[in-house]
């Protein structure tokens, strides 16, 4: 089992930047792939960015609405997956959630089911 302990959400003005970090403890070895999804209040929880780890070229991929907005990077020597929000927009106010799973990720946007390790979310508000 992996536990993830998001943080870095917070308010910010239109326009403004924020990167949010996760850590993964516990059974790390078995990741094969992570993933930032976020949801609002009433709506389905949306990917919006992922990474393959464990294959000999790191790729990610993203959502078409963050997409060069959106950077996700990840640490292997600390465990940790971060995401670089810049251009926020008040429609990227969402709770954010860093998950995990043993299964490699493809180019498509995954599904939530898929993904059986989740963080307790960081919620991002922005303003304008």
């Known amino acids: 089992q992996v536990q993830l302990v998001e943080s870095g959400g917070g308010s910010v003005q239109a326009g403004g930047s924020l990167r949010l970090s996760c850590v993964a403890s516990?059974?790390?070895?078995?990741?094969?792939?992570m993933a930032w999804f976020r949801q609002v209040s009433g709506k389905e929880r949306e990917a919006v960015a992922w990474?393959?780890?464990?294959?000999?070229?790191?790729?990610?991929a993203y959502a078409d609405s963050v997409k060069d907005r959106f950077a996700i990077s990840q640490d292997k020597a600390s465990n940790s997956l971060y995401l670089q929000m810049n251009s926020l927009t008040p429609e990227d106010t969402a709770m954010y959630y860093c998950?995990?799973?043993?299964?490699?990720?493809?180019?498509?946007?995954?599904?939530?089911?898929?993904?059986?390790?989740w963080g307790q979310g960081t919620q991002v508000t922005v303003s304008s």
């Open positions: 990474i393959v780890m464990g294959s000999p070229s790191i790729s990610t």
């Open positions: 998950a995990a799973r043993v299964v490699y990720c493809s180019p498509s946007t995954p599904s939530p089911v898929n993904f059986p390790n």
């Open positions: 516990g059974n790390t070895e078995g990741r094969k792939c």
